[in-house]
């Protein structure tokens, strides 16, 4: 009904996008109950085609901290020497959860958000008036 509202609930979006797409909240951290606001909004499929495409195959070596997932992940056992590249760190850091394999499927999703969006705001707009008569 007016951009009080408007700026209210993108706010709430928002920072739920921020919360749940991964970054803040591991994928493999994420508590079974909030699971599905991983899926639905659209944070996480921008992240993983952003992130899967720009460190496929990246080298750049990137230093292990001991304890760390990483680190774990490399099975390092010298605390000094232990390296692994971009690309092993993404993987680490997601899980295994982000994959290239899933960059049709994050660009159809991100299509798809973007169609309903405008279908509905079309909609309300010929539809809803919120006017005070």
Known sequence: ????????????????????????????YIPNFWIFMYWLLPGHWIL??????????????IQAQVGSPFYVSLGCTDPVGCTGSAEQWVDS???????????????????GVTILTRVVTIWALGHLNYRST
Request: glycine residues 10%; hydrophobic residues 35%.
């Open 93 to 111: 850091f997601f899980d295994g959860e982000f994959s290239r394999a899933n960059v049709p499927y994050d660009i159809l999703y991100l299509v």
């Open 1 to 28: 009904p007016d951009a009080q509202i408007a700026q209210g609930f993108c706010g709430l979006l928002s920072s739920n996008t921020g919360l749940f797409c991964g970054v803040l909240i591991q994928p493999q």
């Open 48 to 61: 993983e085609g952003l992130l899967t495409t720009q460190y496929e195959n990246d080298n750049t070596q």
